[in-house]
């Protein structure tokens, strides 16, 4: 990787360099999760034989009622254990969602990109951009893109990458702003997501454990939200400019696989052509989505409720139109830039990016059996609940005792990515607790999504963390996850520092958290 000057390295970037090269010391990420099942195997075993579990309440994902539980340590290497190995191979892979959501998203990003529209648009958000504002306008659309659920891994980070590229900086400085902006913020956002009605909905069941009568909204959290949306634009983008281009320099492209160019900003007319035709497209396919959600009774409104934000069929299926809007505008760009004519060329494309893709499904495989394996063996269930009692009998204030769920949120994260999971188990705990100390249950909710985000931006069981090494080593041959670790540490530190912080003041100054 480049990187800058090393007699003008700071004392930090001098570690951070130090992290990167051990790091990159490591297998290829394959062989890592290879390791990490056999080590899974070996816990569950020894766990199992000792008889860990851990008895608590949690709320039923299908009834929402408060229920009695008990998680005990299940062996890998037993009779029950072995036929799972054996039975779930497949099973897994095919449950793991990120295999279709990447294939699915790359089917418009392959058009998208071969016609050249992703470039294009890139120029021209360059052109029309002053340069000190790009950096903040890619960490603002990366953290909204969280409405669009796990998408926008797949879209902006590599679009934050072409767009430094296009300007002459460094691309894995734009790759790190854009995981860190998707990843690191991922709970919060300015608009109502499908995810906070699920966890509006726990919080409530857990809520009615202490008051039957109390109950919070979807918007109990925006105006804690919208703050926090702009100052993790700000703190994201100042990390960007100040330390993580800083330390990574000027960039080679003699690094790059395939010789990666930086291109001019200026469009020819061919491209500008396509810009326009790309516009027609988009407007064209906007109307049909509009006909299909805006009248009532519309077939992508939930059929129940007639809602359109929320639990519906447009927001459950939203990557469908994020893959639409890329292969009609890739392919109206192509007719209009003269790259794509025919649909047989559009296929070629689309098959193109799937090829490129053969690596990571692979490392999906093995990564999806991890996951399966780990969730089995419900050793991060146990690690959780034993650091969630450990924390409840510290009795300790409501300030403290919310800082302190914050961090076991956080360090649980490393292990259990998924926000619903988390907060099924934690909710009845925390919620009950905190209330019954004067905190509101919107405070607790709050806090939980401050734990619950920064850490996806450096856990290897983020099922796309591997997908941005791939991601950097597209700029750098010889980027590996030392390379993302230490380009992500600085960010995560600072994100969940400073955020938690914010989380403070804002309680400590009694100021609302939603509607």
Same mark, same amino acid.
């Given at each position: 990787?480049?990187?800058?000057?090393?007699?003008?390295?700071?004392?930090?970037?001098?570690?951070?360099?130090?992290?990167?090269?051990?790091?990159?010391?490591?297998?290829?990420?394959?062989?890592?999760?290879?390791?990490?099942?056999?080590?899974?195997?070996?816990?569950?075993?020894?766990?199992?034989?000792? =008889?860990?579990?851990?008895?608590?309440?949690?709320?039923?994902?299908?009834?929402?009622?408060?229920?009695?539980?008990?998680? %005990?340590?299940?062996?890998?290497?037993?009779?029950?254990?072995?036929?799972?190995?054996?039975?779930?191979?497949?099973?897994?892979?095919?449950?793991?969602?990120?295999?279709?959501?990447?294939?699915?998203?790359?089917?418009?990003?392959?058009?998208?990109?071969?016609?050249?529209?992703?470039?294009?648009?890139?120029?021209?958000?360059?052109?029309?951009?002053?340069?000190?504002?790009?950096?903040?306008?890619?960490?603002?659309?990366?953290?909204?893109?969280?409405?669009?659920?796990?998408? =926008?891994?797949?879209?902006?980070?590599?679009?934050?990458?072409?767009?430094?590229?296009?300007?002459?900086?460094?691309?894995?400085?734009?790759?790190?702003?854009?995981?860190?902006?998707?990843? =690191?913020?991922?709970?919060?956002?300015?608009?109502?997501?499908?995810?906070?009605?699920?966890?509006?909905?726990?919080?409530?069941?857990?809520?009615?454990?202490?008051?039957?009568?109390?109950?919070?909204?979807?918007?109990?959290?925006?105006?804690?939200?919208?703050?926090?949306?702009?100052?993790?634009?700000?703190?994201?983008?100042?990390?960007?400019?100040?330390?993580? %281009?800083?330390?990574?320099?000027?960039?080679?492209?003699?690094?790059?696989?395939?010789?990666?160019?930086?291109?001019?900003?200026?469009?020819?007319?061919?491209?500008?052509?396509?810009? &326009?035709?790309?516009?027609?497209?988009?407007?064209?396919?906007?109307?049909?989505?509009?006909?299909?959600?805006?009248?009532?009774?519309?077939?992508? &409104?939930?059929?129940?409720?007639?809602?359109?934000?929320?639990?519906?069929?447009?927001?459950?299926?939203?990557?469908?139109?994020?893959?639409?809007?890329?292969?009609?505008?890739?392919?109206?760009?192509?007719?209009?830039?003269?790259?794509?004519?025919?649909? %047989?060329?559009?296929?070629?494309?689309?098959?193109?990016?799937?090829?490129?893709?053969?690596?990571?499904?692979?490392?999906?495989?093995?990564?999806?059996?991890?996951?399966?394996?780990?969730?089995?063996?419900?050793?991060?269930?146990?690690?959780?609940?034993?650091?969630? =009692?450990?924390?409840?009998?510290?009795?300790?204030?409501?300030?403290?005792?919310?800082?302190?769920?914050?961090?076991?949120?956080?360090?649980?994260?490393?292990?259990?990515?998924?926000?619903?999971?988390?907060?099924?188990?934690? %909710?009845?705990?925390?919620?009950?607790?905190?209330?019954?100390?004067?905190?509101?249950?919107?405070?607790?909710?709050?806090?939980?999504?401050?734990?619950?985000?920064?850490?996806?931006?450096?856990?290897?069981?983020?099922?796309?963390?591997?997908?941005?090494?791939?991601?950097?080593?597209?700029?750098?041959?010889?980027?590996?996850?030392?390379?993302?670790?230490?380009?992500?540490?600085?960010?995560?530190?600072?994100?969940?520092?400073?955020?938690?912080?914010?989380?403070?003041?804002?309680?400590?100054?009694?100021?609302?958290?939603?509607?």
């Amino acid at each position: 990787m480049a990187t800058a000057n090393a007699a003008s390295k700071t004392t930090m970037q001098r570690f951070l360099d130090g992290v990167e090269k051990v790091g990159n010391m490591v297998p290829h990420p394959v062989i890592i999760f290879l390791i990490l099942i056999g080590i899974v195997i070996i816990l569950s075993a020894v766990l199992g034989a000792f =008889g860990a579990a851990v008895s608590y309440e949690r709320i039923n994902p299908d009834t929402h009622e408060i229920e009695q539980a008990s998680t %005990a340590i299940r062996s890998l290497v037993n009779v029950e254990g072995i036929r799972f190995l054996y039975s779930s191979l497949i099973p897994n892979f095919m449950s793991f969602t990120a295999v279709g959501l990447m294939i699915a998203a790359m089917i418009g990003a392959g058009v998208a990109e071969e016609s050249g529209l992703v470039t294009a648009l890139i120029r021209k958000l360059v052109i029309v951009s002053p340069r000190w504002a790009l950096t903040y306008i890619l960490a603002f659309v990366g953290i909204l893109a969280s409405i669009a659920a796990d998408a =926008g891994y797949l879209v902006l980070i590599p679009l934050a990458g072409v767009a430094y590229l296009a300007v002459g900086r460094h691309p894995l400085a734009g790759l790190a702003l854009g995981f860190a902006a998707v990843a =690191g913020a991922f709970t919060v956002n300015m608009l109502i997501k499908p995810l906070d009605a699920v966890l509006v909905e726990f919080t409530n069941d857990a809520a009615h454990l202490v008051d039957p009568a109390r109950s919070i909204g979807l918007a109990s959290n925006v105006w804690f939200s919208i703050v926090s949306v702009l100052f993790l634009t700000v703190l994201i983008a100042f990390i960007t400019d100040r330390m993580i %281009a800083p330390r990574l320099g000027e960039y080679d492209p003699a690094t790059a696989e395939g010789g990666v160019q930086a291109q001019g900003a200026t469009l020819s007319e061919q491209e500008s052509r396509g810009l &326009r035709f790309a516009l027609y497209g988009l407007i064209g396919l906007l109307v049909v989505f509009l006909l299909l959600t805006i009248p009532s009774g519309a077939p992508l &409104r939930n059929p129940d409720t007639g809602e359109l934000i929320g639990n519906s069929p447009f927001m459950n299926g939203l990557i469908a139109l994020i893959m639409l809007i890329f292969l009609v505008t890739g392919w109206a760009y192509g007719i209009g830039a003269g790259t794509l004519k025919t649909l %047989a060329e559009v296929i070629a494309a689309i098959e193109k990016s799937i090829k490129n893709m053969g690596g990571t499904i692979f490392l999906f495989f093995v990564l999806s059996q991890f996951v399966a394996y780990f969730t089995y063996t419900n050793i991060g269930t146990v690690m959780a609940l034993s650091l969630s =009692g450990v924390l409840q009998a510290a009795n300790i204030g409501a300030l403290p005792l919310l800082i302190g769920f914050i961090v076991v949120v956080a360090i649980i994260d490393l292990l259990l990515t998924g926000a619903i999971a988390k907060w099924a188990i934690f %909710a009845p705990v925390f919620v009950p607790l905190l209330m019954k100390l004067g905190v509101e249950p919107e405070a607790v909710l709050a806090a939980y999504r401050v734990g619950d985000s920064p850490m996806n931006a450096i856990t290897p069981l983020n099922a796309y963390f591997a997908l941005v090494v791939g991601f950097a080593q597209k700029y750098d041959k010889s980027a590996g996850v030392g390379t993302i670790v230490s380009l992500m540490l600085p960010y995560v530190v600072l994100i969940f520092v400073l955020w938690t912080g914010l989380f403070a003041v804002w309680k400590a100054l009694g100021l609302p958290w939603g509607l």
